[in-house]
């Protein structure tokens, strides 16, 4: 199974801040016949379901703030928000669909400093 | 908007069955891979196993020999079955549907959009 593992494991922001988050797989999860990185980024909130904020490890899902953005290729890649707001208090989670075997990282918390 | 709403037992004894049900409202049952995913207690997500529009499933090799995931098209309803459970199956278990991408004249699952609410699971003695 491909590895993900997520940096830091929690951060603290202040409010209008960056938050910048690392997610790195075991191997390379870039699909060379398409130029596609097969990775996606989540934010769950307590007691709710996890939410698809970016895929194909940039690409915002339909809803999402322009303030979240994901770049990366690879292994190496990175879930930014760019002015934190109170209602981005939550764990985040990168996951690959490389292979059929799908896996997560083991999530960052993210708080307001 | 696909909606999904789950229901199954929460308190289970070890080698019981767990038994889960996903109804899916809103949106197109056959257009979407649906998938069950788990979460511990304190660990990280767990993908269990998809099945695509065409009825065929895959499964994580770490339970495919306990798990079974089957559809009711006529009912717009996925269903999870995990057998002999012991306490490592203790988890919140979400449904989740896969709008699938295309490439190459196959399509597969990928990222997961929307999710059901999740339910506690908990095996114990």
């Known amino acids: 199974d491909i590895v993900m593992t997520q940096s830091p494991d929690s951060l603290a922001v202040s409010l209008g801040e960056r938050a910048t988050i690392n997610c790195k797989s075991s191997q390379s999860v870039l699909y060379n016949s398409n130029s596609k990185n097969y990775l996606a980024w989540y934010q769950q909130k307590p007691g709710q379901p996890p939410k698809v904020l970016i895929y194909w490890a940039s690409t915002r899902e339909s809803g999402v703030p322009d303030r979240f953005s994901g770049s990366g290729s690879g292994t190496d890649f990175t879930l930014t928000i760019s002015s934190l707001q109170a209602e981005d208090v939550a764990v985040y989670y990168c996951q690959q669909y490389y292979t059929s075997t799908r896996t997560f990282g083991q999530g960052t918390k993210v708080e307001i400093k | 908007q696909v909606q999904l709403q789950q229901w199954g037992a929460g308190l289970l004894k070890p080698s019981e069955t767990l038994s889960l049900t996903c109804a899916v409202y809103?949106?197109?049952?056959?257009?979407?891979?649906w998938s069950w995913i788990r979460q511990p207690p304190g660990k990280r997500l767990e993908w269990i196993g998809e099945?695509?529009?065409?009825?065929?499933?895959i499964y994580n090799p770490s339970l495919k020999s306990r798990v079974t995931i089957s559809v009711d098209t006529s009912e717009n309803q996925l269903s999870l079955q995990l057998n002999s459970v012991t306490a490592a199956d203790t988890a919140v278990y979400y449904c989740?549907?896969?709008?699938?991408?295309?490439?190459?004249?196959?399509?597969?699952?990928?990222?997961?959009?929307?999710w059901g609410q999740g339910a506690l699971v908990t095996v114990s003695s």
């Open positions: 989740a549907g896969e709008p699938g991408y295309c490439i190459g004249g196959h399509c597969y699952g990928g990222w997961f959009g929307p």
């Open positions: 099945i695509n529009p065409s009825g065929s499933t």
């Open positions: 809103g949106g197109s049952f056959s257009g979407y891979y």
